[in-house]
């Protein structure tokens, strides 16, 4: 079982930035990857980014270069700075986690980027 609670969303003008981390608590399994996805008001929900346990990342081309996925293993949390934003970056982020077994969810945090 993984529990996971987002923190760092918020209200920010255009072209800031935001850092959003994600806490994993677990028992059994180990975590595999840990990722982050959005969805937006009427739209479905989007992948961003994941990284792996050994560190790999991969990357959403909506956010390549402005986006940065990074992982704590030993305090079981993932972090995306967020750069550069963009108004169309508005949406609820959630944080993802994946086992053998199973895949989780965390509840989300707001993110609004005003014009």
């Known amino acids: 079982q993984v529990q996971l609670v987002e923190s760092g969303g918020g209200l920010v003008q255009a072209g800031g930035s935001l850092r959003l981390s994600c806490s994993a608590s677990?028992?059994?399994?180990?975590?595999?990857?840990m990722g982050w996805y959005r969805q937006a008001p009427g739209k479905q929900r989007e992948f961003l980014a994941v990284?792996?346990?050994?560190?790999?990342?991969a990357y959403d081309d909506s956010v390549l270069g402005r986006f940065t996925i990074s992982r704590d293993n030993a305090k079981n949390t993932v972090y995306l700075q967020m750069n550069s934003l963009k108004p169309e970056d508005t949406a609820v982020y959630y944080c993802h986690a994946d086992t053998v077994l199973s895949d989780y969810w965390g509840q989300g945090t707001q993110v609004t980027v005003s014009s």
């Open positions: 677990r028992s059994g399994f180990s975590i595999n990857g």
């Open positions: 990284v792996t346990s050994g560190g790999s990342t």
